[in-house]
């Protein structure tokens, strides 16, 4: 556990030094938002067994709340932030409260159903403005930190994810963290133990929603915005793939699940126009038009090579040459 503690702080350290060799904070930002939000759904799906097609009502909802506290309240950043916090884990607490009454395909379908309402709830709302977004959004201060700065913005964005990742890290790694992987091993079992079920799923659905949450409104204070892209049931289906592409089940598979999904939706275009240059292929010039379905490949290679996924499948490898030797 020590030295896997190590690694996380020697990625952490990595992570900060990255602007100072040229990395682009604000791509970076993005990155870091869209792992912690792969986190909060890992934690749910990975370490319970339930399958939620409705986290993106949690990262829009924390967003819009955000937004509207800073642009209309004139609430300190921090404040801000917490408040669209606050409200995705009011929205996970009233969506888990219903959802948990069933389970397997009834809840994820559930959960569909919920954050959809949600979404179509956005669109019409006067206080979202629609299509058009939340806009402008002041990223204020924090603790006197000036956030207009991107670099400023850069350092709080890494701590969030930091005490996002190190929140999960310790669900997982606690007493509470065996009864969830107890639910989803042997769920009659447990019950049989005395374990409240119902509580213990109701906890952790608002828990990944509140780390969801912590996500969206961290984003809408990057790019100053709150939009229905947030919220869109894309979104929900867009974090299961980052899971799964990451390896489900292990900490740093969603994070490099983010890092793979965010940089092919970024750079497949510039991508597509080198290897047009490099091969004569006019066909090439057009992949950035096509980055769903370069996603969808790139979902079915891993699915096919790397079925646990790819950090799922390095860790299995690595045991069990640590188990032949």
Not at 10 to 18: D, G, K, Q, T, Y
Not at 139 to 152: A, M
Not at 289 to 301: D, K, R
Request: hydrophobic share 55%; with cysteine.
């Amino acid at each position: 556990m020590n030295r896997q503690l190590a690694s996380y702080l020697i990625l952490a350290v990595l992570i900060a030094l990255l602007p100072a060799v040229g990395a682009y904070p604000i791509f970076i930002m993005k990155i870091m938002c869209y792992a912690l939000f792969a986190c909060a759904f890992n934690l749910l799906l990975a370490y319970t067994g339930l399958l939620s097609f409705g986290h993106a009502a949690f990262l829009g909802g924390a967003a819009y709340a955000t937004g509207h506290s800073l642009v209309v309240w004139g609430f300190p950043t921090i404040l801000g932030l917490l408040f669209g916090t606050a409200v995705a884990a009011a929205l996970g607490l009233i969506m888990g409260a219903l959802a948990i009454r069933r389970s397997g395909i009834y809840f994820a379908m559930i959960t569909l159903a919920m954050a959809q309402m949600l979404f179509f709830y956005f669109l019409q709302a006067p206080f979202t403005h629609g299509e058009d977004g939340l806009q402008g959004i002041p990223r204020g201060s924090i603790l006197g930190i000036d956030l207009s700065n991107d670099l400023y913005l850069y350092y709080v964005v890494l701590a969030i994810f930091i005490i996002g990742f190190m929140i999960c890290w310790r669900t997982v790694n606690s007493p509470f963290g065996q009864v969830l992987k107890a639910l989803r091993e042997n769920e009659a079992r447990a019950v049989s133990l005395g374990y409240d079920v119902a509580r213990f799923k109701l906890l952790v659905f608002v828990i990944s929603a509140t780390l969801a949450g912590l996500a969206g409104a961290t984003k809408s204070l990057v790019f100053v915005s709150a939009t229905l892209s947030d919220a869109t049931w894309q979104m929900s289906g867009l974090v299961i793939l980052m899971t799964l592409i990451g390896g489900l089940g292990t900490f740093l598979g969603p994070v490099l699940g983010a890092v793979i999904v965010v940089v092919l939706e970024n750079k497949v275009g510039e991508f597509g126009r080198s290897l047009s240059q490099w091969t004569g292929i006019e066909w090439f010039q057009v992949l950035g038009e096509s980055v769903t379905m370069v996603i969808g490949l790139i979902f079915i290679v891993c699915v096919m090579a790397f079925r646990r996924g790819i950090i799922g499948e390095i860790l299995h490898r690595y045991d069990r040459r640590k188990a032949a030797a």
